[in-house]
């Protein structure tokens, strides 16, 4: 059986004063393009109520409020409350994916240099795993990855703590912990993450002391590949506020 | 009804002579743009805490929220409220929209219509505490029920955004009734130039209405 194309369909949903015999036919027995044009009339019949009704913006007073109610709430640049959740920057999609590899090899070095954290050592005083925990969110909600992030001064350094669940690191591969700014043009390379369980990586990292944190704000964890590149991979699997 | 244009040599699309358009939206003035395009991006930055997203989605879609309500409760000031209330609610509630699910402008329709529903009740409680609760009767008649009233909008929305010359072939098609031939004629367009925006402008009309409509719990 031969369906009329999509415009004799339009044809047979608009021009009901001179319908075409042979579509007329075809749509008496086929349920499937005779609904196809019941949808296109539904269409046009809702478009017909709505002529001529301009829709009405509502006055800007309305966004104001909107803004006056969410106060701080809305507020997530570096003033923001410490103490207030994670914010995540996200990879917008996929399709970003190689700018921000691109962004990661034009990475601005930080006092001459990629910046590599000091990983703390087994005689380091021991650090609450996850102090002020701020959650770590995962970029692609299906990767099952949830972990939490904490910054802490003990002892007149700012240590840094990096908790991360996630079952699926591929062989060969490990995980990293990064700072970075907004839009991940600027990162500074904490270190590996260890395996401190089953499916659970950790890291604690002493940062310098000029680290600019209102800049590198966000925390961000990545999987990558012992290939050689030092540079950041481009498969971020989390991320949260550095705060 | 629109103006029918006189049989004649034909006019630029977009030419001042439209009396019936409506004014573009305020950000989606290329009109090219389908729903799903540009929100798709403004979705995720929104669910990654980005306040700039919050604007960028009340631009595009404050308008109809604000319509909606408007012509459900029939009170300016119940509408501005209902519209505060959606992005204020859309921001707080940003880690529940799942973009699997549906775009953001039925996301955000569908904290509307529960706002809506909630005023409706809230007045419907003051009436029969007012009456006294053993004389409430049926209540009484308000404005148009609002799942035809968001199809409707909707609908009037998608037109608005679509491209110039598409929105005018549709709207010859919809309100002056013209036939694909009489639309060719009547706008100098060769008839497979109107047939293909007929299509496409009815199409995008269409799914529009189909997803952000009266998608239940969305």
């Known amino acids: 059986m031969r369906h009329p194309g999509p415009d004799e369909l339009v044809d047979a949903a608009l021009s009901t004063r001179d319908p075409d015999p042979g579509t007329e036919a075809h749509l008496r027995g086929c349920p499937t393009c005779r609904a196809e044009v019941e949808a296109l009339r539904g269409t046009a019949q809702l478009a017909r109520e709505g002529a001529d009704r301009p829709l009405q913006d509502p006055p800007p007073t309305v966004w104001e409020r909107v803004v006056d109610e969410l106060g701080p709430d809305l507020d997530t640049g570096p003033a923001a409350a410490p103490a207030g959740p994670g914010t995540v920057t996200t990879l917008p999609s996929r399709r970003r994916g190689p700018l921000l590899l691109a962004a990661a090899a034009l990475v601005v070095g930080l006092a001459g240099g990629v910046g590599i954290g000091l990983t703390l050592g087994p005689g380091d005083p021991e650090v609450p795993d996850a102090p002020g925990a701020v959650p770590l969110v995962a970029l692609d909600p299906g990767s099952g990855a949830t972990g939490s992030t904490g910054l802490a001064e003990i002892g007149g350094r700012r240590i840094l703590t990096v908790a991360l669940e996630h079952s699926a690191v591929p062989a060969g591969g490990y995980l990293e912990a990064w700072l970075m700014d907004e839009g991940a043009t600027r990162l500074y390379a904490l270190g590996g993450l260890t395996a401190g369980g089953p499916d659970r990586w950790t890291g604690r990292f002493v940062l310098p002391a000029d680290l600019p944190l209102d800049v590198l704000d966000t925390v961000d964890v990545s999987v990558e590949h012992f290939d050689g590149n030092p540079g950041h991979s481009g498969e971020s699997l989390a991320r949260g506020r550095a705060t | ?218």
């Open chain 2, 1 to 218: 009804m629109t103006e029918i244009l006189p049989p004649g040599p034909p006019r630029e699309p977009g030419s001042a002579a439209d009396p019936g358009r409506l004014p573009s939206p305020v950000t989606g003035s290329t009109g090219s743009a389908a729903a799903e395009g540009p929100d798709g991006e403004i979705a995720l930055r929104l669910r990654a805490g980005d306040p700039e997203a919050l604007r960028l989605a009340y631009d595009r879609h404050a308008r109809v929220v604000h319509t909606v309500a408007l012509r459900v409760l029939q009170s300016h000031h119940d509408a501005e409220d209902v519209t505060q209330q959606v992005f204020v609610r859309a921001w707080r509630g940003r880690g529940s929209f799942d973009p699997e699910r549906g775009g953001l402008a039925p996301w955000l329709l569908g904290i509307t219509r529960r706002q809506i529903a909630d005023r409706l009740a809230l007045r419907e409680r003051e009436r029969a505490a007012a009456e006294g609760a053993a004389r409430a009767g049926p209540p009484p008649p308000v404005g148009p029920r609002p799942e035809q009233v968001l199809d409707v909008v909707v609908v009037a929305d998608e037109l608005d955004r679509l491209p110039e010359t598409q929105r005018r072939v549709v709207r010859l098609a919809f309100y002056d009734d013209l036939t694909q031939q009489q639309i060719s004629s009547v706008t100098g367009l060769p008839l497979g130039t109107v047939k293909s925006h007929l299509r496409r402008g009815v199409d995008r009309m269409r799914r529009r209405w189909e997803a952000g409509g009266a998608a239940p719990g969305a």
